[in-house]
C-alpha cells in the first residue's frame, strides 16, 4: 500500500501545484545551471532503480538495441524458462527478441489480436509461460513505477499472469513522476486506453501480516532500460 500511497500523493500534489509552478518556471529556467539532456536522462534513470529495487524489482541494467537480446535470453535461462510470451513493442524489435529466444530453444508466446470466443485460449497460453515480456509505455523515477497501456498487441496479461515479468523501458520514457506520465498522455489518452501501473512484483499480506509475493501476479519483476548508441 505505500507504493499506492506515493502515487496518489503525486497526483495530488500535481493537480495542486499546477497553476503556480507554470507561473514560476520562466523565472526558474533563467536561474537554473543548463543540464545536457543525456544527464537529466541519466539522473532519472539512477531515481528510478533505486526507488525499483526499494520495491522489490530487479534492474538488469542500461544496455543498447544491439544488447537487448542476448540480455533478456541470459534472463530467460538464469530463471528456467522454458516457455516465454512477448507482445507487440514500441521501439524494441521484439520480433528479434523472440527469434534470439527461439534460437537457445525457448518456446515462444506471441500475443495478437483474436475474436472475443479466442481471448480466454490466448490469455491460458500466456498463463503457462514461465516469463512475460512487455515494454513499457512509461518509466516513473518518483516511485520506480512502470506505466503500460494494454492494447490487444500488448495485454495486461503478459505483465499480470506469468510468474516472472520482464518489462523493457526507453530511457527517453522514464519521466520524473506520475503527473508527467500523465502530461504526456493527455486527458483524451488517458479515458480511451487501460493503463496498468506496475510498483514491484505482486505482493499480499497474509492473515498474520506476512508478506507473500506471486499470489496475485508476478513473483518476480525484472527491468532493462535500453539507451540507444547516439543519443
Do not use: C
Not at 527461439?102 to 515462444?108: N, S, T, Y
Amino acid at each position: 500500500m505505500a507504493e499506492l500511497h506515493k502515487i496518489i500523493a503525486s497526483v495530488k500534489d500535481a493537480l495542486g501545484a499546477g497553476a503556480r509552478s507554470n507561473n514560476s518556471h520562466a523565472a526558474e529556467a533563467t536561474a537554473a545551471v543548463p543540464v545536457s539532456p543525456s544527464a537529466q536522462r541519466a539522473e532519472l534513470a539512477s531515481a528510478f532503480t533505486r526507488e525499483l529495487e526499494e520495491v522489490g524489482g530487479k534492474f538488469l541494467g542500461i544496455v543498447t538495441p544491439s544488447e537487448l537480446s542476448n540480455r533478456i535470453v541470459s534472463l530467460a535461462g538464469d530463471i528456467g524458462a522454458k516457455t516465454v510470451a512477448l507482445g507487440q513493442g514500441l521501439a524494441s524489435d521484439m520480433d528479434a527478441i523472440g527469434e534470439a529466444l527461439e534460437r537457445a530453444d525457448f518456446r515462444i508466446v506471441r500475443t495478437v489480436p483474436v475474436a472475443d470466443t479466442e481471448r480466454a485460449a490466448m490469455r491460458a497460453r500466456v498463463a503457462e509461460a514461465e516469463l512475460g515480456i512487455a515494454e513499457a509505455d512509461f518509466a516513473i523515477a518518483s516511485t520506480g513505477t512502470l506505466a503500460v497501456v494494454s492494447n490487444p498487441q500488448r495485454p495486461s496479461s503478459l505483465t499480470l499472469l506469468p510468474p516472472a515479468s520482464l518489462v523493457i523501458v526507453q530511457i527517453d520514457r522514464v519521466m520524473a513522476n506520475l503527473a508527467a506520465v500523465l502530461a504526456e498522455l493527455g486527458p483524451n489518452g488517458v479515458a480511451a486506453n487501460r493503463l496498468t501501473l506496475i510498483t514491484g512484483p505482486s505482493r499480499t499480506a497474509d492473515i498474520e501480516k506476512r508478506i507473500v509475493l506471486g499470489v496475485h501476479g508476478p513473483k518476480s519483476l525484472h527491468v532493462i532500460v535500453v539507451w540507444p548508441h547516439d543519443d
